[in-house]
């Protein structure tokens, strides 16, 4: 019983939908099988225990009996078949012969058959033409496979009704049910993002006791959307609201909703309110919102009619249809919160927004501490170190450092992860897995003088962030890398700031310049984020005096999108490109200055690259010359 109830259990937070059990292999090799019972019945019943029959002519069975050589016969209708004593051959083949065979009175034989046969004393067996074969055989091979294919049919619709769908149950929801009693996320199980959890503080209050707020005529909040970068903690959020609220939780994704037929979508939306309505107080969580919830306005709309629009206008129905004090309500999460339906972010539907951001340094170590809670960490592992380490990591990137981390340390053998494991596996998530190709001493060279170039920009540009890492080892899709990462956070960027990053992105193609007197393809990432940080310096923030303090991008897009449209005249499409260009080139012909000024660091710089391959920030340092970046003026 026990058992019994875990399966209902499961069925319930996530139901098998019915194409899923259509091809189940259970049922794929059930079906097969009765397949095969009714082929190996069908013949059975329709093969002959007697010899083959061969077919012969009228005229030869009359010469077979006058010349005694038939035995017996049975008629159906005109047809006849009989038993000869002597092998007969057949019409069409007369290498085939046998004792029995078949033949057809013609319509316009006479009655002389009779008496012959009577005057050779010939057996003679009738029968009626019904009788031909059996009714149950004739019902078996004639709607046989009929039946087996309604009887699989009605089946399978009880397996998946039984599991809370039906073959014509498109239209139920399918979001996975979290009771209140099954073990439950709570805010202990989410760090840093204290500001998010503040607001939600107060739905977490109200499901819990109603009365406080309703008794002076206050109504908690229908919808809470979550918005943040992929990875910060929003479906953790949500869920973690949940279990302080110690109440059901129905999850869901919002393209779950959206299917081939139009109005499914709408269907179980209606489904999914009713649920929750009936296990109030409870939460309804629908994550990436941005998949349903999209501008009706947009120029990608086709129709005004599609699937996607009516499971959207269906929510919106819904969210005006329901009262808060029903106890129900609404988190919705996305990364996309730009591109909603206005009527999705009214007040009365979705009445707040709380912003998910990425974590600061000591957020990132209270990330760290929750992950490694059941990790053992041996003495020299200082988390917060890692974390200082580790800017612009969301909570996501660091549950996979600590995963990297203990695979390394179980993979050696350790009783404990150690700081080597974290620095690996630090490498390994940004900067790539190492590749064994061989290279040949030149190019070996080269690699090492472009990445020492961008390590000694990196160095010695005011402004730079500090190199922490230097390899010439090929890591994923590079030949070589230079890990660069600020002291602390940084949240507002001054423009001699993101020149030193642009010329420090271009330092391995000045190096190559400086030295080899021509370039490669090695510099094709470097030149991506030089021109999109360029370009962004003049058409987001303003740092180009022909233009002035103007956004140039297009209203509300980041101006990368492909679906984005310019506003700005040819002109001054033009100028942009100009100065763009004008930044780039400025900021290369310093890179390429300060490497000529110091051309005995950087080969200095490459000898050690080229002895050990990889150096961190200390090394780096100490072959260059130079302090310690936090004791540098």
């Known amino acids: 019983m026990a058992q019994d109830q875990r399966r209902r259990d499961q069925n319930q937070r996530n139901p098998p939908s ?225 279990g302080e609220a110690n109440v059901p939780f129905f999850s869901v994704s919002a393209s779950e909703f959206v299917e081939m037929i139009v109005g499914v979508g709408a269907s179980r939306v209606r489904d999914l309110f009713d649920k929750a309505r009936q296990a109030a107080p409870a939460i309804i969580f629908i994550d990436e919102l941005d998949a349903i919830g999209r501008s009706r306005g947009g120029v990608m709309r086709l129709s005004g009619n599609d699937e996607q629009e009516q499971t959207l206008n269906q929510i919106l129905t819904e969210m005006d249809g329901f009262d808060s004090r029903e106890g129900v309500i609404v988190l919705s ?101 190492e590749r064994h190709i061989a290279l040949s001493k030149e190019e070996r060279e080269r690699i090492a003088y472009h990445e020492a170039g961008h390590a000694l920009l990196g160095v010695l540009l005011p402004g730079a962030d500090p190199v922490r890492k230097v390899s010439i080892v090929p890591r994923g899709m590079a030949l070589g890398v230079t890990l660069q990462s600020p002291i602390d956070d940084r949240y507002n960027y001054p423009e001699d700031y993101l020149r030193a990053k642009i010329a420090g992105a271009l330092g391995g193609r000045a190096a190559e310049k400086l030295v080899y007197g021509v370039v490669t393809t090695g510099a094709e990432n470097d030149i991506q984020q030089v021109t999109r940080l360029a370009r962004d310096m003049v058409t987001r923030w303003g740092m180009s005096p022909k233009l002035g303090p103007i956004n140039y991008s297009p209203e509300g897009q980041d101006g990368r999108s492909p679906f984005s449209q310019s506003s700005v005249s040819e002109a001054t499409a033009r100028t942009i490109d100009e100065e763009a260009r004008r930044i780039v080139d400025e900021c290369f012909e310093q890179a390429v200055s300060v490497l000529e000024k110091n051309r005995d660091r950087l080969d200095r710089l490459v000898e050690a690259l080229l002895r050990e391959e990889s150096l961190d920030e200390d090394q780096v340092l100490a072959v260059v010359g130079e302090k310690p970046a936090q004791t540098r003026s």
């Open 18 to 242: 019915a194409w899923s059990s259509l091809l189940s292999p259970r049922f794929l090799i059930t079906l097969f099988v009765l397949f095969v019972i009714n082929i190996l019945l069908t013949n059975f019943f329709t093969s002959s225990t007697q010899p083959t029959r061969v077919d012969i002519s009228y005229d030869s069975f009359k010469a077979q009996v006058e010349a005694d050589n038939v035995v017996s016969i049975t008629s159906t209708g005109r047809d006849i078949q009989g038993t000869a004593k002597k092998a007969i051959a057949s019409a069409s083949d007369p290498k085939q012969k046998s004792t029995a065979f078949h033949t057809v009175v013609p319509e316009f034989a006479g009655t002389e058959l009779e008496p012959l046969l009577d005057d050779h004393r010939v057996q003679q067996l009738a029968k009626n033409q019904t009788d031909a074969m059996p009714l149950w055989l004739t019902v078996l091979l004639s709607v046989g496979p009929t039946l087996l294919l309604v009887g699989a049919f009605f089946w399978l619709s009880r397996r998946a009704a039984s599991a809370g769908g039906g073959l014509l149950g498109f239209g139920r929801s399918t979001a996975r049910l979290y009771e209140a009693d099954r073990p439950k996320t709570t805010f202990a199980d989410v760090a840093d993002i204290q500001e998010a959890k503040e607001e939600l503080q107060e739905v977490v209050d109200f499901l819990r006791d109603p009365a406080r707020y309703q008794r002076l005529g206050g109504t908690a909040p229908k919808g809470v959307l979550l918005v943040g970068p992929p990875g910060t903690g929003k479906t953790l959020l949500a869920r973690a609201v949940a």
């Open 333 to 433: 999460a996305t990364n996309r919160a730009d591109v909603l339906d206005p009527a999705l972010l009214r007040p009365g539907r979705f009445d707040r927004t709380v912003a998910v951001q990425p974590p600061d340094r000591t957020g990132r170590a209270a990330i760290l501490r929750i992950h490694t809670r059941t990790v053992p960490l041996a003495p020299d592992v200082d988390l917060d170190e890692i974390a200082s380490s580790t800017p612009g990591l969301v909570g996501a990137d660091l549950r996979n450092l600590v995963n990297e981390a203990a695979l390394l340390g179980a993979r050696r053998e350790r009783q404990s992860v150690t700081k080597e494991d974290f620095s690996d596996a630090l490498e390994k998530v940004l900067l790539g897995r």
